[in-house]
């Protein structure tokens, strides 16, 4: 009993000193809060803000909760939440953490998340849930203990009572069962995972991956594939016009400006990136005479009296447009990832205005070092077999899963469960959410929606794929280092209570006395 709370005692001491990681973040949240009420700057404290206020920060002080910037630019150090060395830029529209670090300029900033819903809590939250939670081989480790205790004592007993039947007095028998019970430590078993995970929580929350659970740790060790959905995962998630391709018909000004004009106040993916192309030019639109939405095709719109139809391939050829022109230019934008969109005026083809998801700069990094290991990467997207093969290529994946439904993700995760593999699901949005689930490790990136990140097991807190590494870094030096504490704690237990019963004693050695194996590990 006394050794079961001392052990106790003990795990409940490791877990003090190993949740520094937690202190840590605890103690970058400021205690008070600048905010502008009824044109009035005044101070309350955190737990005072509320949604929508609009808060005051100056250079060097620490965002109290989560926002969004609505006047002011500066640059704002995140490392202490995501891992990300470099400050990053902010401006109007863009969102801030809270408990990071205002450096170089006044800002005022709305409120968007406040108390236990802030990006700080939730990361505590999940850190201490982590380091709770039992790994499979720490539930393993405590079956063991469990019969451990029972094993010693008889153990104890039948040691006693063999050297009393060879003759050996009371006080030897007494002093034999003593020093074999005290030199027993089954708190060394017992320690041996729950601290080894707590480490490993505790780095990966100070290197922006946070591991919600012991067994999400083990898992990750033995993965042979993972997957990676395409947009906002291995792409950036924001299409760009990369190209603008004209007939003589018209200039690539005019043919901008046409898209654009008719693009205005598009909600699609394409018809934003145009416009925003516009805009970086400087062109000034107003609203088209005429617009009709063609589902699943693109547009048709009356600018200063022409008649202009900008969509995909199969739009150009009901309208009967003769794209034979541009075949080789639409071929080669699509064998290198681009979306072309066709653009015709009064019936004749004006030219193509390409679209494409750019990489994310580490994405190459992250998935060759990936194969490198040996870990089989598989892209997989709702894109046709031709933008996806092209994108795969550019990244350095051979393996492709293209033209998938959203509900369909979960499903190619199990095929390949099915097929004896370990899977891990990386993705960002809500259609992800379901694989997440389904993969035997989920990891979210921290860029990405509520929904994937509530249904995956490891966050990566910055929009970096080489956190992936990382995390499969941490779970294999936390596996490692849980397999030496067992074994060092086996050992000694196998070495030292074989010499407690007196086996040194049998072939002429001494007899361990009890104050001895008191003062063993």
């Not at 002080?61 to 939440?81: I, N």
């Not at 801030?96 to 300029?105: R, T």
């Not at 929580?201 to 591991?211: D, F, N, R, S, Y």
């Not at 598009?266 to 018809?271: A, D, Q, R, T």
């Given at each position: 009993m006394t050794l079961h709370t001392l052990g106790l005692f003990l795990e409940e001491r490791s877990k003090g000193q190993?949740?520094?990681?937690?202190?840590?973040?605890?103690?970058?949240?400021?205690?008070?809060?600048?905010?502008?009420?009824?044109?009035?700057?005044?101070?309350?404290?955190?737990?005072?803000?509320?949604?929508?206020?609009?808060?005051?920060?100056?250079?060097?002080?620490?965002?109290?909760?989560?926002?969004?910037?609505?006047?002011?630019?500066?640059?704002?150090?995140?490392?202490?939440?995501?891992?990300?060395s470099i400050p990053v830029e902010k401006e109007s529209g863009d969102e801030?953490?809270?408990?990071?670090?205002?450096?170089?300029?006044s800002i005022d900033y709305r409120a968007t998340r406040v108390g236990s819903d802030t990006t700080l809590s939730k990361i505590i939250k999940l850190v201490e849930d982590a380091q709770g939670s039992k790994a499979p081989i720490a539930r393993m480790a405590d079956i063991i203990t469990g019969y451990f205790v029972p094993i010693v004592i008889a153990l104890a007993v039948l040691a006693g009572i063999a050297w009393l039947i060879v003759g050996q007095s009371g006080i030897f028998v007494l002093s034999v069962i003593i020093t074999t019970l005290v030199i027993a430590c089954p708190c060394a078993l017992g320690l041996a995972t729950p601290t080894s995970i707590m480490v490993g929580?505790?780095?990966?929350?100070?290197?922006?991956?946070?591991?919600k659970s012991g067994e999400a740790l083990e898992t990750t060790h033995n993965l042979d594939t993972i997957v990676f959905d395409k947009t906002g995962t291995l792409t950036e998630g924001k299409p760009i016009v990369t190209d603008i391709?004209?007939?003589?018909?018209?200039?690539?000004?005019?043919?901008?400006?046409?898209?654009?004009?008719?693009?205005?106040?598009?909600?699609?993916?394409?018809?934003?990136a145009i416009v925003q192309k516009s805009k970086e030019e400087n062109m000034i639109l107003a609203k088209p005479d005429h617009f009709e939405a063609i589902p699943g095709h693109g547009i048709r719109v009356e600018i200063e009296g022409k008649d202009m139809y900008s969509g995909n391939r199969k739009l150009m050829l009901e309208q009967k447009i003769d794209l034979s022109s541009m075949e080789k230019e639409s071929d080669r934008l699509a064998d290198e990832g681009k979306t072309p969109t066709y653009l015709s005026v009064d019936g004749e083809l004006a030219g193509i205005i390409a679209v494409a998801d750019t990489l994310k700069e580490n994405s190459m990094k992250a998935v060759k070092e990936l194969r490198r290991r040996g870990v089989e990467v598989i892209m997989i997207t709702g894109d046709n077999k031709r933008t996806a093969k092209a994108i795969a290529k550019q990244v350095g994946i051979d393996s492709v899963l293209s033209e998938v439904l959203p509900e369909d993700k979960a499903e190619e995760v199990k095929k390949l469960q099915e097929a004896g593999k370990e899977v891990a699901m990386v993705g960002d949005g809500i259609n992800d959410a379901p694989a997440l689930a389904q993969a035997d490790v989920g990891i979210a990136v921290g860029s990405g929606t509520d929904v994937a990140i509530e249904s995956a097991d490891i966050v990566l807190m910055r929009n970096d794929l080489t956190a992936v590494l990382t995390a499969i870094d941490l779970s294999h030096a936390t596996l490692r280092k849980i397999k030496q504490n067992l074994f060092w704690a086996f050992a000694y237990n196998l070495v030292g209570i074989p010499v407690a019963m007196g086996l040194l004693y049998i072939f002429g050695g001494p007899l361990m006395s009890p104050m001895l194996a008191g003062h063993s590990p």
């Open positions: 190993m949740s520094s990681a937690i202190e840590k973040l605890v103690n970058l949240a400021p205690k008070t809060a600048r905010v502008i009420r009824n044109g009035v700057e005044q101070e309350i404290t955190v737990d005072e803000v509320a949604l929508g206020d609009v808060i005051r920060v100056r250079p060097g002080e620490s965002m109290p909760v989560d926002g969004v910037v609505v006047e002011g630019r500066t640059s704002v150090d995140e490392s202490m939440l995501t891992g990300e801030v953490i809270g408990a990071s670090i205002n450096k170089n300029g929580t505790g780095k990966g929350a100070e290197h922006g991956v946070l591991i391709l004209v007939t003589p018909l018209i200039t690539k000004e005019n043919i901008l400006y046409y898209a654009a004009f008719g693009e205005t106040g598009s909600e699609h993916p394409l018809g934003e």
